[in-house]
C-alpha cells in the first residue's frame, strides 16, 4: 500500500471515529493536521530531510522500523536495511545500525500494522472538541455543557485503545 493510500484508510478511519461534523465541529484541515501530527514513521525517499527522532520504513518492507539518530538529507539510493532476524541476537535484541551518509538510522523494533496512530488522533480530535465546547459553556439557550460531557466521554473511550 502506498503512502497516499495508507493515509487516506487512516483518514476514513479518524472521520469515523472522531464525527468531525458533529458540534463542535472540525474542519477537514483541523482533522487532516491532527492526523498528520500522529504518524508513526515515513516511507525512506531519496533526496529528504530527515531529522533525529523521525521513524522510517524501508520502502520494500522488512516488517521493521527505523530511528533517525543522526539527521541529515538522504542519497539517491536507499540502503540496504538488515533483513530480519539475521540480525536479532539470542535475545530478540537487534544490532540493525544502518549509516546513509551522515546519517545513522537504527532499528526500533517491528512495524505496527499502521503508520498512522489513529486512536491517539481520534482522542486529539475529541480533546479539540472539548476545548471548543468550553469555550461558550455558558452561552444561554444551548446546552453546552452537556456537549462538552459527551467530547469529554468519548475523549476519554480512547484512553483504553492508547494503552
Not at 516488517?63 to 536507499?78: C, L, P, S
Amino acid at each position: 500500500m502506498t503512502d497516499a493510500e495508507e493515509r487516506e484508510r487512516a483518514l476514513a478511519a479518524l472521520q469515523l471515529m472522531a464525527s468531525p461534523d458533529s458540534q463542535p465541529s472540525l474542519t477537514a484541515d483541523e482533522v487532516e493536521l491532527i492526523l498528520d501530527k500522529n504518524i508513526r514513521a515515513i516511507s525512506w525517499s531519496a533526496n529528504s530531510a530527515v531529522t533525529e527522532g523521525q521513524r522510517i520504513r524501508p520502502t520494500d518492507a522488512n516488517g521493521r522500523w527505523y530511528m533517525v539518530i543522526d539527521g541529515g538529507t538522504t542519497g539517491d539510493t536507499e540502503p540496504s536495511w538488515p533483513q530480519p532476524p539475521s540480525y536479532l541476537d539470542q535475545f530478540g535484541s537487534t544490532s540493525g545500525v544502518v549509516t546513509e551518509g551522515d546519517i545513522t538510522y537504527e532499528d526500533c523494533g517491528p512495524a505496527k500494522s499502521s503508520t498512522y496512530d489513529v486512536a491517539q488522533a481520534a482522542w486529539d480530535c475529541w480533546n479539540s472538541k472539548m476545548a471548543k465546547a468550553s469555550q461558550y459553556i455558558s452561552t444561554p439557550g444551548i446546552d453546552m455543557a452537556s456537549i462538552f460531557k459527551r467530547c469529554q466521554e468519548m475523549r476519554d473511550s480512547f484512553d483504553q485503545a492508547l494503552i
